[in-house]
């Protein structure tokens, strides 16, 4: 699906913001770029809650679309709607699917070498203000008991036993942290502290050529079977298949 000259509003977290600059930088469509904390994925209700009420307060009849660069993220995206304008958002486990550029890739990773510990160029450099050190999508919460909770009163107990299980299993095996790299380049100084990381760890560190064409089409408005566009009255919600996340209608 391709449109003509619109307008979007952009929420995106910070581990995606030079992509996410520079394709609004030279995008066809007028853009308004707003960036969220890294690290909220760890407390996936609190994001949860953020995303919706920046959703809430965007003003209605301004924007043609409201585009949430953000994947499945420990279900944070899950139950988001918008009453006003229609949200699009990629069809992604997390943020590792759009710096390696599809599905199919970021399965193969998780396939491959499950026990992969992630590192970027923005997350690197922007985690460093929280004074945290912090890997993309698969990194173990910082207060796994705080994400527990949250699970609990959102979920369910039952669930939120599962998703801590699911969150924490494959972690405790890591064996290989890759720097993800693409055509905006790698500072030195990020290269340099990616393997001082895995050193420290006793990680093996690979460098792997990403793709960033999940975030030029979402930006672009070239919303094809790889996102989600969720029309007014209807809301966001997670599937077990393929597709992750499909659009449901809610009732006021």
Request: include cysteine.
């Amino acid at each position: 699906m391709t449109l003509s000259l619109q307008k979007f509003k952009v929420f995106s977290c910070e581990a995606m913001a030079r992509p996410v600059y520079y394709y609004s930088a030279i995008s066809p469509h007028q853009i308004d770029v707003e960036l969220i904390r890294i690290g909220l994925h760890d407390h996936p209700l609190q994001l949860n809650n953020q995303l919706q009420q920046y959703i809430d307060h965007t003003q209605p009849e301004t924007y043609d679309a409201i585009i949430l660069v953000y994947g499945l993220c420990g279900r944070a995206i899950d139950g988001l709607k918008s009453t006003h304008t229609p949200i699009v958002v990629p069809k992604a486990h997390d943020c590792i699917t759009m710096l390696l550029g599809s599905g199919e890739a970021y399965n193969q990773q998780q396939n491959e070498h499950p026990g992969t510990y992630w590192y970027s160029q923005d997350y690197l450099e922007r985690s460093d203000r929280y004074g945290e050190s912090m890997a993309l999508g698969s990194n173990i919460p910082a207060d796994p008991h705080a994400v527990y909770q949250e699970y609990i009163i959102k979920y369910g107990q039952e669930n939120a036993d599962y998703l801590m299980q699911t969150l924490t299993s494959w972690q405790t095996h890591y064996t290989r942290a890759v720097l993800v790299q693409n055509e905006l380049g790698v500072q030195k100084q990020i290269a340099d502290k990616a393997e001082q990381e895995a050193i420290k760890h006793g990680w093996k560190l690979e460098v792997l050529n990403g793709n960033l064409s999940i975030i030029k089409r979402l930006l672009f408005g070239e919303w094809d079977k790889d996102f989600l566009v969720v029309s007014k009255g209807s809301k966001i919600q997670m599937t077990t298949d393929e597709n992750i996340i499909t659009a449901i209608k809610f009732i006021n």
